[in-house]
């Protein structure tokens, strides 16, 4: 009676260490593959990478849509409106640099250390920021919809 050829032992020891070397290949992808899908903190960071990356694009077309408007409803205001609007916005900028300046002389310095860095951490993170003042925004106003 003959063996079939797929009985390992009649293979000869190469074919025996090529199958071994195989067996080793395809168990070292399982590993990898097992261990890709059990990195929970590599697969959250992609998560978060790519809806910052959503909330970064939302925020650009939020932020286009914003200036759009604003340039509409500029184009539709009559020339004395728009005259007083201005010098408004003008007198408003001076109250803010008075203002600014009576913050520096009276505000004790830690305050305005921690004050600072607040603005500096809105200014660095100012898409995520104004995401999440527009999703805000939104739902709020999707709230006040549904309550009517």
């Known amino acids: 009676m003959t063996q079939p050829e797929d009985d390992p032992t009649t293979a000869n020891p190469e074919e025996l260490r090529e199958q071994v070397e195989q067996t080793r290949a395809e168990l070292g992808e ?14 959250a960071q992609g998560k978060a990478t790519a809806a910052r990356e959503q909330a970064t694009v939302k925020a650009g077309e ?44 009276r505000a004790p310095e830690p305050v305005r250390q921690k004050t600072a860095q607040g603005a500096r ?24 919809r549904r309550k009517r």
């Open 62 to 105: 939020l932020k286009a849509r914003a200036a759009d408007l604003t340039h509409q409803a500029r184009d539709k205001m009559p020339a004395p409106v728009r005259d007083r609007a201005n010098q408004a916005a003008e007198q408003a900028r001076l109250k803010k640099a008075q203002a600014g300046q009576l913050w520096q002389d």
């Open 30 to 43: 399982t590993v990898q593959a097992l261990t890709a899908k059990a990195d929970l903190k590599n697969r």
């Open 121 to 144: 951490t809105a200014r660095e993170n100012r898409t995520l920021l104004l995401a999440t003042t527009g999703a805000a925004a939104l739902m709020w106003l999707a709230w006040r």
